[in-house]
């Protein structure tokens, strides 16, 4: 083949090509010199590299979609130039129509440039990645049954470590704390009850490190106290227990101790792995020892933070006060917030005007795991939502803009949750495979009945996992829950009211409610059997053995076959043997009667095989199969 030729396959000047082609010190002397085929094919390889590496090296930035006008600018070309070339393709554009993304990024292809679509301004503040590392304080929050002395608890806790201070311990409501122990700082979250703690982490702001399940020593475990467990432990992190209320004559300290072991919380001086502790709020016993606890974990958990970038932060409340606008408490997660910052929280902005701490103090900075309230936002954003700090007003204000207008184009649809009758679809293959269930019934008996029925159906393959059992209507902190740990709900001979269904609805969460036993049970192992790895049945279909190989610069290379046993069939399964030994698995990609494109081929007819391996060999066998899947029943 000559030079030129070549130049001409290759898209290149022959100038150009000669250029390139000193470069890899290969000696042509001019574009009439030719080179064998080998060479040549070398030479096409060697120089598609080159061009990948120098389009992927020259990347330009735009927002798609794009003007034929802007695309030239971006391109440094005339717009006539793009004009005449996209007309040659017997396409019409005018400078101000948009081109759509995939013809913007051909004809950058042919000027060796690669467009790629500019980052939101909201984007780029979130890739701001954390360097230089230090030390936060953990964030801890305080859950359990109603009456059990949460409040108290923080409240003594406060006063104890506040009262030295020149405010007297006349403290602020901003939802969340931070006192200074003698060994560290610890940040409290105010009881937030455990559905508004699901549903902060429904909405990403997982921002506790450490739980403390309160509970009443003369009271013991409570439903709710189970409910919390519950959804603490689907948070993963650590898991402190008070004991509470010690000081009174009829606190059973063992009872309590007792009443956890049954569900997983094995006290560690019963030899479990749980840490309790007894503490009073109205005497104060064993509260430093708690504070230590709260210390020790958070040391094990290694907090850390970068105290430079621009800050993040969550809003743990927000009202609206008279003569001031929009109060907003927050705990920053990273950076440092400062007064005059700009910034973003869901569809509102601002510019932090002034920052109070807990004790109504003015603070010019919050670093990490500070809690402050903050005066500046031009609404009220909802507990859980994040807030960022931007550059300047410009890019607040085009962020919250192109927010707001995704708000309004957004069509409604729920999250992807797992439901029964896709777990199918989810299993991944070698895991374990979990179905997760939030369950629900009417009394403790069929509760216990049901849960062990459904124990029963637990096969090797899948695992039944109950996240949380109870007694009563599902609720819609079940729904949350279930949100958060991908579970279904389950719901036995009990009530699911239409709020509640609404609210699985909007969050995409499969609930169901039975009244029969044996109906629920066949609906689970239906649902498990769709879980279960498929098993696949092979079945032999034919042999084509090679006799020439073909190099089609299109398709790559094909196979010329002779089919040696029963047929081959486009689109089928198949293994490439060489020596009787198995070298690659692949499907019948292409299959060619001479030139025609055919569905099958049969015994003895000669045909064209393409399976997308390049190193195919004359003799070697291709084996064709056919694969049915074949569905699992439990016993
Ligand atoms: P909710 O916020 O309503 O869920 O309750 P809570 O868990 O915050 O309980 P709270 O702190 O309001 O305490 C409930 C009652 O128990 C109050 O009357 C407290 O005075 C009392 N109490 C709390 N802790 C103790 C304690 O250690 N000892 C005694 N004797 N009473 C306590
Ligand atoms: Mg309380």
Known sequence: MRI???????????KELLIKLKDLNFSVKNHMSSVD???????????????KKEIEGNVIEVDFPITLKD?????NKKSSELIAELMEQKKFFTLNQNIDKEMALTIAYSYKVTLKQKLSQEEEIQQVESKNLQKRAPIVTFMGHIDHGKTSILDYIRKSKIADKETGG??????AYQVVS????????????????TAMRA???DITDIVVIVIAADDGVKPQTIEAIDHAKAAGGPIIVAINKIDKANANVDMVKQQLSKVDLVPEDWGGKTTTVGVSAITGQGIDELLDLIIIHAEMLELKA???????????????????GALASIIVKEGTLNIGDWCVCGNFLGKIKAMHDDLGGMVKSA?????VEILGLNGIPNPGEPLWVVTNEKSAKVIVGKRIENSKNEKFAPAEHIKLEDLFANAKEEKTIQLKVVLKADVGGTLEAVESALKNINSQEVELVIVHKGVGEVNSSDILLAEVTDSIVVGFKVEINVQVRELSRRKGIETRSYQIVYELIDDVKAALEGLLAPQVKRTFVGRAIVKTIFKLSKSGIIAGCIVDKGKVVRGSICELSRNNEVIFKSKVITLKRFKEEVKEVIEGMECGVGIGYNKLEENDVIDIFHEEIITRRLK
């Not at 006349?170 to 939802?175: A, D, L, P």
């Open 37 to 51: 085929n080998e060479t040549a094919e070398i030479i096409i390889h060697e120089i598609e590299a080159i061009k």
């Open 203 to 205: 909405r990403g702001a």
């Open 170 to 175: 006349i403290t602020q409501h901003i939802g």
């Open 367 to 371: 670093g990490p795991s500070f809690p």
């Open 306 to 324: 970068d105290y430079e970038r621009p800050a993040t932060g969550v809003i743990v409340e927000s009202r609206l006060c008279k003569g001031k």
């Open 4 to 14: 030129h030729e070549l130049a001409k396959k290759l898209g290149l000047d022959s």
């Open 182 to 197: 003698e060994k560290g700082e610890i940040t409290f979250l105010d009881t937030p009850g455990h559905e508004t703690f």
């Open 71 to 75: 695309l030239a600018v971006k391109l």
